[in-house]
Nanobody, 124 residues
Framework: QAQLEEFGGGSAEIGGSLRLSCVASPVTYGAGCLAWFRQAPGKERERAAAIRVRDGTTFYSDSVKGRFKISRDHAQKAMYLQMNNLRPEDTATYYC?????????????????WGKGTLVTVSP
């Protein structure tokens, strides 16, 4: 059973926006870092953005920097990814993930809890 759950995927036009949400479960409340990964068809899963829980420091891949914004809501135990100026290459399944130590590393093996993913499709 997934310990994180994503919401908000769907279709958007080029240049459009979508907002993804990730709701945590009690198992992940002690996470040190929360991240959004994405996996396009035929490609490896890559980290798009991450946020360190204790101080809110954010990390972005070069491909999404300046267009995507990651945020968290302690009260709602949720995390968000605001995606603006979407491009066809942003088409992927997006996963939220939790890392324990707060290092916010980019490797998938560093994350201990994952959602099942939500599909984002960007087309003309």
């Amino acid at each position: 059973q997934a310990q994180l759950e994503e919401f908000g995927g769907g279709s958007a036009e080029i240049g459009g926006s979508l907002r993804l949400s990730c709701v945590a479960s009690p198992v992940t409340y002690g996470a040190g870092c929360l991240a959004w990964f994405r996996q396009a068809p035929g490609k490896e899963r890559e980290r798009a953005a991450a946020i360190r829980v204790r101080d809110g420091t954010t990390f972005y891949s070069d491909s999404v920097k300046g267009r995507f914004k990651i945020s968290r809501d302690h009260a709602q135990k949720a995390m968000y990814l605001q995606m603006n100026n979407l491009r066809p290459e942003d088409t992927a399944t997006y996963y939220c993930a939790a890392e324990r130590r707060g290092f916010c590393l980019s490797g998938i093996d560093d994350y201990y809890s994952w959602g099942k993913g939500t599909l984002v499709t960007v087309s003309p």
